[in-house]
């Protein structure tokens, strides 16, 4: 498998993967896909990732600038993270999220929050920090993982997630 950045040619195969990948979760809107689409066209899409395997893609994943209350900078958003249903619990998804942590690690992010299952997230260094709130979502489920500075306040994701 290699884990690659996305080019134009693969904006088709990143939301066909992504929707079918959400298609049965239970906390899905199936807006996965358009989320992405629109982080894109506004710029916001600041590390794409793409698994491959025998010239397939098997997984992706985005990174997103958040806003924090107390105006922290290098802050972002994980998400979504979408591995194809036929490979989902093989390491797809861990792969990605250890290289995609790394890139965005060495871009000089401060951080990165996520909205998720923390007994899965939590094994790649994410947690709950009390200090960061997103509303309207239950504060177990929402976790970060500082890499140089930690922030403080409400954390707001794009725009583009409210598609």
């Given at each position: ?88 619990r093989r390491g797809v998804g861990a792969a990605l999220l250890r290289e ?64």
């Open positions: 498998m290699r884990i690659l950045p996305e080019t134009p040619l693969d904006r088709e195969a990143i939301f066909t993967l992504t929707q079918d990948a959400f298609k049965d979760h239970p906390h899905s809107q199936q807006t996965e896909g358009h989320i992405i689409d629109a982080l894109r066209e506004a710029g916001a899409l600041t590390l794409s990732l793409v698994a491959w395997d025998g010239g397939s893609p098997v997984g992706h994943i985005a990174f997103s600038p958040v806003t924090v209350g107390d105006g922290s900078a290098g802050w972002y958003g994980l998400g979504p993270l979408a591995v194809r249903p036929d490979r989902q995609g942590l790394a890139r965005l690690e060495a871009l000089g992010a401060a951080g990165c929050v996520v909205l998720g299952d923390p007994a899965y997230y939590g094994r790649f260094g994410f947690a709950r920090d009390a200090s960061l709130t997103c509303p309207g979502v239950p504060p177990e489920y929402f976790m970060a993982r500082v890499f140089t500075r930690p922030a403080r306040g409400e954390v707001a994701y794009h725009a583009a997630f409210s598609v």
